[in-house]
């Protein structure tokens, strides 16, 4: 099983401000990641695939980049609706498609 | 636009088996391209991934869970299906269903909390 890790835990920003979240996996998954947002009482939402390619209506403050072993999530200028916890997920080794513990971006 | 909701019991005793059910709308299940999948989160914790089966009736499971795990479909109905039997403590959560390109899942229900308690 892939085991994939996400730092840091907790990420303290100032709305405006750059947001860059590290996944890394623990062995290859390619670019078969893809990165979800979740807010309180939600369910996930679908941001990023393929390691970089934003799901329909994803607006282009975020980006994906990275294969392999080591990707980032980067939201350009946070918004306050982007105040939230974000998992990545491996898709390239399955059973079973592994998320990450997720990392919580909160307000400064 | 594809919408699920999951539906079942909110409590479940011990040592009995879980049932959940997903509604498709908006789409078919039978369309094809799709996987239709189960995930699970603790409380207050991450994402674990259950299962999913393609409309053609195969199934992949989490190897964790997969003694346990049965995930059907009712084409008919346009619903899919999990069944956990042998439930502890540690199987309380919320379940939520999503459609799965083969891959990322692109649409998800709202999920249900199903409490496991005598």
């Known amino acids: 099983e892939i085991v994939m890790t996400q730092s840091p835990a907790t990420l303290s920003v100032s709305p405006g401000e750059r947001a860059t979240l590290s996944c890394r996996a623990s062995?290859?998954?390619?670019?078969?990641l893809a990165w979800y947002q979740q807010k309180p009482g939600q369910a996930p939402r679908l941001l990023i695939y393929?390691?970089?390619t934003r799901a329909t209506g994803i607006p282009a403050r975020f980006s994906g980049s990275g294969s392999g072993t080591e990707f980032t999530l980067t939201i350009s200028s946070l918004q306050s609706e982007d105040f939230a916890v974000y998992y990545c997920?491996?898709?390239?080794?399955?059973?079973?498609?592994?998320f990450g513990p997720g990392t919580k971006v909160d307000i400064k | 636009q594809v919408q699920l909701q999951e539906s079942g019991p909110g409590l479940v005793k011990p040592s009995q088996t879980l049932s959940l059910t997903c509604t498709v709308s908006?789409?078919?299940?039978?369309?094809?391209?799709?996987?239709w999948s189960w995930i699970r989160q603790h409380p207050g914790k991450g994402l674990e991934w259950i299962g999913y089966?393609?409309?053609?009736?195969?199934?992949y499971y989490n190897p964790s869970l997969k003694s346990r795990v049965t995930i059907s479909v009712d084409t008919s109905k346009n619903q899919f299906s999990l069944k956990l039997s042998s439930v502890t403590a540690a199987d309380t959560a919320v379940y939520y269903c999503?459609?799965?390109?083969?891959?990322?899942?692109?649409?998800w229900g709202q999920g249900t909390l199903v409490t496991v308690s005598s």
């Open positions: 062995q290859s998954v390619s670019s078969n």
């Open positions: 997920q491996q898709y390239n080794n399955w059973p079973p498609r592994t």
């Open positions: 393929g390691a970089s």
């Open positions: 089966m393609y409309y053609s009736g195969s199934t």
């Open positions: 999503a459609r799965d390109t083969g891959g990322p899942g692109d649409c």
């Open positions: 908006g789409g078919s299940i039978s369309s094809g391209g799709y996987y």
